[in-house]
């Protein structure tokens, strides 16, 4: 069966014309003035898909600018204007008084931290489905891209990773955890954090960037892929929540933090002679910024154990059209 990205591959990609980047990155790229460009992408939220029925609207709301909001991050471009396009099932809007509310209440609070602005949409009725349009905007020629990375880059992950897809195999019964530990890791599945002012600040010190929403493996294969390099990286550096690793003797949890997806997290590439900034930015923005391998000679992703030795895994990331 076809991949999402064999189909995006087969029947849209096509070379940019008069954009100054098309279809591959976190967002497309237009010349807006002479000192600016427009960063423009879209994600939606099915549901049943991305989050169940009956999900939390405050939260939902949130969440769905929030993934928005990521992908601008990964371009380290300053988030500007929204549309908003919902579709919405009839029952919900007649029995529901309010989940609109609700929903409206959670997007704004996200909003109004971002000096974002609502400007646009289309409502219309038929199955849940939320889908943003966001805008952003970044220095002419200065936007992180997947296809910057180069050989001997170190390869960086920001905050941890692996919470979101635990909380949500325990919600799917797969794995179960305790009450506390659930707690912990469902704010990374329902309400997470875009990294937007640590993706503006990278740059001049990354050469490729890529926010985590499918999984590391499958995200950062897009860096290697649009970059034309390979990379080794190393389970034991890569930085995860107290919970998960108590559960890495699973093969589940394993796939959670290499494969799982939803983080939001940056992975970014940087030269190492930026090792002290990137350290020094780390501090001054309170978050966590971990080198988890670099950019080596040869092709495709290396993951070594503690003892060197290759993990391969069945899936590198959520794919909607796969098995
Ligand atoms: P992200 O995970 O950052 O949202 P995706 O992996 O979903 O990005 O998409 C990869 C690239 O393909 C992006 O540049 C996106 O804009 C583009 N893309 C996805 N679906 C389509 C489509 N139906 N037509 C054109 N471009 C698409
Ligand atoms: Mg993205």
């Not at 494969?259 to 983080?263: F, K, L, M, P, S």
């Given at each position: 069966m076809c991949s999402e990205f064999d189909i995006i591959r087969r029947y849209f990609k096509r070379p940019a014309t008069s954009a100054v980047l098309g279809i591959g990155d976190d967002a497309a790229l237009i010349a807006s003035t002479s000192q600016t460009e427009l960063a423009i992408s879209t994600d939606t939220l099915v549901c049943g898909?991305?989050?169940?029925?009956?999900?939390?609207p405050f939260k939902l709301g949130y969440k769905s600018l929030a993934v928005n909001l990521s992908d601008m991050a990964a371009m380290g471009a300053k988030p500007r204007w929204v549309l908003l396009a919902l579709t919405l099932p009839e029952e919900l809007v007649k029995h529901s008084e309010t989940w609109l509310s609700e929903f409206s209440a959670g997007f704004f609070a996200l909003a109004q931290q971002h000096h974002v602005e609502l400007i646009g949409g289309d409502t219309t009725s038929g199955p849940l489905n939320i889908g943003v349009q966001i805008v952003g905007e970044v220095d002419a020629g200065k936007a992180l891209r997947r296809s910057g990375a180069q050989l001997g880059d170190d390869i960086w992950i920001s905050g941890q990773i692996g919470d979101a897809a635990l909380a949500l195999n325990h919600e799917l019964r797969r794995i179960t955890l305790q009450s506390s530990e659930l707690e912990q890791c469902l704010p990374a599945l329902l309400t997470p954090t875009a990294r937007i002012e640590l993706g503006q600040r990278l740059i001049g010190l990354a050469h490729s960037a890529i926010d985590i929403s499918d999984g590391l493996m499958a995200d950062l294969g897009h860096i290697l892929t649009n970059s034309e390099q390979a990379a080794c990286i190393h389970i034991a550096a890569i930085p995860s929540s107290p919970t998960l690793k108590r559960y890495l003797h699973q093969s589940l949890a394993i796939q959670c933090l290499l494969?799982?997806?939803?983080?939001y997290e940056l992975c970014f590439t940087a030269p190492k002679m930026n090792r002290g900034k990137i350290e020094a930015l780390a501090i001054e923005l309170a978050i966590p910024l971990t080198c988890i391998g670099e950019i080596v000679s040869g092709k495709g992703l290396v993951v070594q154990d503690a003892e060197g030795n290759a993990i391969t895994l069945e899936t590198k990331g959520y794919d909607h059209f796969s098995a």
């Open positions: 898909k991305h989050f169940f029925a009956d999900a939390d494969a799982g997806g939803d983080d």
